[in-house]
């Protein structure tokens, strides 16, 4: 069975002194209070916290994963990191094709696909981010955008490396706006992303991948949403710079 996952996007926050303490919390909630040996935490914490971040992960019971990475192996990249270096840090996922970076950034599902093969090669797991914009949805068009992103980014995989992979759904004009996608609106792309893979790797690989939401998730309506048979846990922005809503949510299967 696939597992349930709660990772944490802090993007672009906290000082040093706050990461740490924001650490330190999740730790503390896990002392409190018992995750299901089922759900996995993932805490994905701007890169210079990486490192304090994985030091503490070997003591709790989380894993760790960076924001971003490059799409080249390495050499003559100025500022960007790449996933040889995610590896030596022994890293276990990295997200990729957030909505922010496509937007800013000009991430392609083209940049998306290479970074997918890069994470791979270098035995991280990628988490790669899905979702349309708000005129697409008001146009109709979520399904077709989605099926464009996923089969772009990721269907030049083999079956053994699609294992490897978490999707999350995450509609953009829910990312960050307190607006939450309604539980059905949810379940509904999740199992067409699900349909997808089915039809494209089978229906033992389609069962195996973990599916998540993400888009203004907090405490108050993770459970409806995690209750859909097709929604396998959540990608967290805003909520996971709390400790206490992080792990309220993570609690919420
Ligand atoms: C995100 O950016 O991945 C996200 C889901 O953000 P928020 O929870 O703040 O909407």
New binding site residues.
């Given amino acids: 069975m696939r597992k349930h996952i709660v990772a944490g ?1 802090w ?1 672009m926050n906290c000082t040093f002194n706050e990461a740490d303490d924001l650490i330190n919390g999740i730790m503390e909630q896990l002392e409190q209070k018992e995750l299901p040996r089922d759900t996995k935490l993932i805490v994905c914490p701007p890169f210079p916290y990486l490192e304090m971040t994985t030091d503490y992960a070997n003591d709790s019971y989380f894993m760790v994963g960076a924001q971003n990475v490059s799409d080249q192996e390495k050499g003559a990249y100025t500022g960007e990191v790449s996933a040889e270096m995610l590896e030596s840090m022994e890293l276990d996922y990295c ?1 990729v094709g ?3 970076r496509r937007a800013y950034y000009g991430e392609t599902n083209k940049t998306v696909a290479a970074k997918v093969d890069q994470l791979l090669k270098h035995g991280l797991k990628p988490i790669v ?1 899905v979702g349309e914009v708000l005129e697409e949805r008001e146009a109709n068009r979520q399904f077709e955008v989605v099926k464009q992103q996923v089969e772009e980014g990721l269907f030049h995989l083999s079956a053994e490396q699609m294992k490897e992979v978490v999707i ?1 759904y ?1 509609p953009v004009w ?4 307190g607006k939450t996608a309604t539980p059905e609106q949810a379940q509904e792309i999740h199992h067409y992303i699900r349909t997808l893979l089915t039809e494209k790797y089978g229906k033992e690989l389609a069962e195996e991948i973990s599916i998540l939401y ?5 405490p108050s309506n993770a459970k409806e949403l995690f209750a859909n048979t097709d929604v396998d846990g ?7 710079l709390k400790a206490e809503d992080f792990i309220a949510i993570a609690l919420s299967f």
Avoid: P
């Fill in positions: 996007n993007k997200i957030h909505s922010e981010c999350a995450e829910a990312i960050g706006t993400g888009g203004s998730c907090k959540g990608l967290i922005g805003g909520a996971s």
